[in-house]
């Protein structure tokens, strides 16, 4: 099988050709493209890209360049990339959330790369003191230079043309390098996907984080098939509420926290979700009882959810589809099969042996659209790579069916516990005044939970004592706002980081 290769200005230009008048909607008005109002189309953003591009170009970025999209998360973060793109320039994505220790250490590995920032990240540039302040541009900045028009330059299709970065759930986020092949087989792998949408409503809805490897795919895939795209940028529930009202999208996909806190909508404003046939839920796993709400609320006949599991080192990878007559048959654990011809999986112990059928071990996956390397950190990335497979770092199992059942991360694996991941799961289902549910390791490697209430909600200990009575013994819950949990871009829980928390509070020194 071919594939072709992505390069992200030629394929929004080209989409463009092909679907001029379709629309792209956004929730907000865009700092870095203040032309673009909140509704337009394909062919009218094309010239912007390319006036951004020229712009760039004045600023002094070529061909080969590395330039650090450090801004606020809006969709004009993806069409800063694509003008980059117009240049042979490589984006490198970084979230608006990260620190100046972040930022510093990005900076280092990418060699003073040129830094694109607004009003949201302009006070840590600042302070970014080992940055050449040449290279710094405010968007304000951008928008007002002028320029000369410029030829669009193209990179070798196997070299460096984008990178993301892990989710910085273990520490200092990894780099991670995609080119033009890689990204085009994630692209093929999506639009196997979005073929199968039936229905002449041809408006998809998203809330991704721009900087994640999954909003380029996203994009790209459909524009290539002609949908029309309603952005959502602002994931308040009162702004997704009266979005996803008044287009009434046939399909929806964030990240699966993010389901977690819209699931009261789903059941107080359940008609928001009147017109959503196909739900999406991006990379992580995700409960039960979130997909059996947003399913209930839709009115469309037939309505699934599409959970995926992969990585941003792979891409998309395993998939399950869930419908309402069935999800309380689904073991929560279960993430499906991969993609025949384009990803599957395996388990192996920790020399990369394969393991039998339903015994634990670590996960790993094989994907035509795996990255190329971690920036400058290439022995890191090459620790996980056993020939064509790569060890996500997971650890689960896979039944006689070959459906993967995630347990939990490797480096969170609790003895007598089978999955703090299935724990958390059932607890979240069960327990309707609970918002987060993660589980850590305690004093002298016992099993403590940490939840947080949804608002306005008080604890009930009875109930919380009843649903654990027949699982493993877990110290008594800790409970902290929802906000002092520590969060990547995407919302994951950054364990590693609320473990150290848990250990400073209690005086820990080890784990």
């Not at 509420?241 to 699931?263: C, D, G, K």
């Not at 359940?270 to 609320?297: C, P, Q, R, V």
């Not at 037939?302 to 048959?329: D, T, W």
Request: net charge negative; charged share 20%; glycine share 4%.
């Amino acid at each position: 099988m071919s594939v072709k290769p992505l390069n992200l200005y030629t394929n929004f230009y080209e989409a463009a050709k092909k679907y001029p008048e379709n629309r792209l909607i956004s929730d907000e008005l865009l700092g870095a493209f203040p032309e673009i109002k909140y509704e337009t189309t394909y062919q009218e953003i094309v010239p912007l890209i390319q006036q951004r591009a020229f712009q760039l170009a004045s600023f002094g970025i070529k061909k080969g360049d590395k330039v650090m999209i450090y801004k606020s998360p809006k969709m004009d973060t993806y069409l800063l990339a694509v003008a980059c793109a117009y240049l042979g320039a490589v984006p490198v994505m970084v979230s608006y959330h990260f620190s100046l220790a972040t930022l510093k250490v990005f900076n280092e590995r990418l060699d003073q790369p040129f830094i694109l920032f607004d009003h949201e990240t302009q006070t840590t540039v600042s302070l970014l003191k080992e940055s050449d302040p040449i290279k710094q541009i405010h968007t304000r900045d951008l928008v007002l230079k002028p320029y000369q028009e410029v030829a669009q330059q193209f990179l070798a299709d196997d070299e460096i043309s984008y990178m993301t970065h892990t989710s910085g759930t273990t520490g200092i986020p990894k780099l991670i390098c995609h080119s033009a092949y890689s990204m085009g087989w994630r692209v093929a792998w999506q639009q196997e996907i979005f073929k199968k949408i039936e229905s002449d409503n041809k408006l998809l809805s998203f809330h991704i984080s721009p900087v994640h490897s999954r909003y380029n795919i996203g994009m790209t895939s459909l524009m290539s098939l002609g949908f029309e795209i309603l952005c959502l940028n602002n994931p308040k529930l009162a702004n997704v509420s009266a979005m996803l009202s008044l287009y009434q999208p046939i399909a929806l996909e964030t990240h699966p926290n993010n389901f977690v806190q819209w699931r009261q909508l789903a059941t107080s404003a359940a008609e928001a979700f009147y017109s959503i046939k196909y739900y999406h839920s991006t990379f992580d796993a995700i409960n039960l009882g979130t997909m059996k709400e947003f399913l209930t609320a839709s009115n469309q006949e037939n309505a699934r959810f599409l959970q995926v599991y992969g990585q941003s080192e792979c891409g998309p990878m395993i998939l399950k589809s869930h419908r309402l007559e069935s999800i309380n048959q689904t073991d929560s654990r279960n993430m499906g099969h991969g993609l025949e011809g384009f990803t599957q999986a395996r388990i192996t112990d920790a020399a990369g042996v394969e393991l039998p059928v339903n015994t634990n071990g670590h996960i790993q996956f094989y994907s035509k659209g795996r990255a190329l390397t971690y920036y400058k950190e290439s022995e890191r990335f090459d620790e996980n790579v056993y020939d064509a497979w790569w060890d996500s770092g997971d650890y689960g199992s896979i039944d006689e069916e070959g459906q993967l059942y995630l347990k939990d991360r490797q480096v969170d694996v609790i003895d007598q516990i089978d999955s703090t991941l299935a724990i958390e799961d059932f607890l979240l289902d069960s327990l309707s005044f609970l918002d987060e549910v993660v589980i850590i390791r305690g004093e002298n490697y016992s099993t403590q939970p940490i939840v947080a209430l949804k608002s306005d909600m008080q604890m009930d200990w009875d109930a919380w004592w009843q649903a654990i009575a027949d699982l493993p013994h877990m110290n008594e819950p800790l409970i902290y706002a929802f906000d002092e949990i520590p969060r990547t871009a995407t919302m994951k829980v950054q364990r590693l980081l609320l473990q150290e928390k848990f250990n400073q509070e209690k005086g820990l020194s080890r784990y």
